[in-house]
Every structure is written in C-alpha cells, then in structure tokens.
C-alpha cells in the first residue's frame, strides 16, 4: 500500500470534500492517499484470487484441489474486486475509511481460517502474521489496530486448537509473537513519521504566512514611496531645475510631480530679515 504522500496532490474521484472543522488539510491529503492505497489493494487482491482461481480449476482434482478451494478464491476474487470499485460508497456506508480497513481485514481473516481448516498445515499460520503487519500500515487509529492484533492472535490459537492439534501451538508461539511485535513496531514508526509530517507541514504553513504578510508590507511600502535618484542638472542662479525634455522648472514642481511629497510655503529667519531691510529702503516713512 506504501507510505502517504505528504507532498500536494490532486483530489481523487470525488473523495476530497469540504474540511469539517479543526481538519487540516494534511489529514485530508493522508486519508486521500490511504483511499487510494485501500483501492490498490483491494484490485491487487482481487486480480491474485482471480488467477489463482484459473489455476486452481486448469489444474483439476488431480492434483487435490477441491471444489471448495475453487469457490473460496472465485469468492474472495468477487468481493475484493467490488470493494475495489465501490471504495467510496462503501466508505460512506460505513462512516469512515478504517470502518473500510476492518471490513476488508474481517474478509482476509475469515479467508485465513478457511484455508487452515481446508489444509490443515502450520505453514497457512503465516497468512495472519501479514494480516497483523497490514495492519501496522492500514490503520492509525490506535484500538482499531489492537483490535485486528487481538482478532489475529485469538483466530490463530484457535486454529491450532482446532485444526492443527494443541501441541504445535507452543513451538508456533514464537512466529505469532514476532508477528505481532513487528506490526507494532510499523504501526509506531508511521504514526511517528505521520506526526512528524504533520508538525513540519504546520511549521510551513507558519513560515508561509509569515512571508506572505511581509511581503504584503514592503509591497504596500514600495507603492507608498517614491524616490528621486541619479543626477538632477539646477540653475546656480534661480534654482529652476531641467527635466528630460529639456524644459526647465522650479524644483517644487520637479519634485513634486516626481515623489508623493507636497510643499507648504512659508519665510525662513534670514529672508525674512532680509525682506524687512528690502521693505525699509523702499520705505523709510512707514517702517516695518
């Protein structure tokens, strides 16, 4: 089935609606890909039963095969390769993508008891030792996977206590134990690897707003300040300044025209004691 994306991707068929409240979007991204790994595996499952059939009936009762182990895998054939197409339907009726998983571990168990009782060797003990690692990679909530754990473990004792005879069940004890063990530890290191995922995708999202708001600021700051630069060629006498068409005008208009800023007119200190001398020469009689 394989680990989920954490990268974007493209909704599936009609599997992306809209997030319920507090569901990251990186939660949704994981349930898509786990859809998809669900879909994978039911049409892997499916197509294996599927040839295994054909086999199985080319092969005829020569070679001990019964009509009861031609119906299990045309069986399990049918129903992993409808639960392949009707994935989303299913999802629904059953309120959640890991009601889906139990459904289809629920089929591979039974198909396991079955093969036991039918064959009666240790060896078809194996097929529940997957049963539990799938486990580890199907499902993250926590009691759902001990669950399918403790189905295992019961169904695989009771098998040997069954069919396979008490007295193998302690020199199995080990294979069984491992098995379990194993799926724990892949069901721990990809809750770990989720979480982790999970904290560096919302350490994104921060950064990524972050930047966006100052890179709000400084355009908003550009569009707020205009600058004068390079060389602006003045009158020594009157203080006119020449544009590039070689017009010449006074420096408020020049600057004006060119920046957001505005003039307000008033008389410094030395013109103003200048103007006054001005006046008292034009005007000695009236004074100032």
């Known amino acids: 089935m394989g680990l989920p994306d954490p990268s974007p991707q493209r909704d599936s068929e009609g599997s992306r609606a809209a997030?319920?409240?507090?569901?990251?979007?990186?939660?949704?991204?994981?349930?898509?890909?786990?859809?998809?790994?669900?879909?994978?595996?039911?049409?892997?499952?499916?197509?294996?039963?599927?040839?295994?059939?054909?086999?199985?009936l080319a092969l005829g009762p020569s070679h001990g095969l019964t009509r009861a182990l031609v119906w299990e895998s045309a069986v399990a054939a049918v129903l992993f390769l409808s639960a392949g197409w009707m994935v989303l339907p299913i999802r629904s009726w059953l309120g959640g993508l890991e009601n889906l998983g139990l459904l289809l571990v629920g089929l591979g168990l039974a198909n396991n008891v079955f093969l036991v009782a039918c064959f009666r060797t240790p060896d078809q003990?194996?097929?529940?030792?997957?049963?539990?690692?799938?486990?580890?990679?199907?499902?993250?909530?926590?009691?759902?996977?001990?669950?399918?754990?403790?189905?295992?473990?019961?169904?695989?004792?009771?098998?040997?206590?069954?069919?396979?005879?008490?007295?193998?069940?302690?020199?199995?004890?080990?294979?069984?134990?491992?098995?379990?063990?194993?799926?724990?530890?892949?069901?721990?290191?990809?809750?770990?690897l989720l979480g982790s995922l999970?904290?560096?995708?919302?350490?994104?999202?921060?950064?990524?707003?972050?930047?966006?708001?100052?890179?709000?600021?400084?355009?908003?700051?550009?569009?707020?300040?205009?600058?004068?630069?390079?060389?602006?060629?003045?009158?020594?006498?009157?203080?006119?300044?020449?544009?590039?068409q070689g017009y010449w005008e006074q420096v408020e208009t020049y600057i004006r025209d060119r920046s957001d800023a505005t003039f307000s007119h008033g008389i410094c200190p030395h013109c103003l004691g200048k103007l006054q001398s001005e006046l008292e020469n034009l005007h000695p009689e009236r004074g100032v």
């Open 19 to 56: 997030l319920a409240p507090g569901e990251s979007p990186f939660s949704h991204r994981v349930d898509d890909q786990l859809l998809r790994g669900y879909r994978n595996a039911c049409f892997g499952l499916g197509g294996f039963y599927l040839l295994l059939t054909g086999w199985r």
């Open 125 to 192: 003990i194996v097929n529940f030792i997957l049963v539990q690692v799938c486990a580890g990679v199907a499902f993250r909530s926590r009691w759902r996977f001990w669950l399918v754990q403790a189905a295992c473990l019961a169904l695989w004792a009771g098998s040997f206590w069954w069919w396979l005879g008490p007295g193998s069940l302690s020199e199995n004890l080990f294979m069984a134990i491992s098995g379990g063990l194993f799926g724990t530890l892949v069901w721990r290191f990809i809750q770990a």
């Open 198 to 244: 999970a904290r560096l995708r919302a350490k994104d999202r921060t950064l990524l707003r972050q930047r966006a708001r100052l890179v709000g600021e400084l355009e908003s700051a550009l569009e707020r300040v205009k600058t004068l630069h390079g060389l602006i060629p003045i009158c020594a006498h009157c203080k006119r300044v020449r544009d590039d």
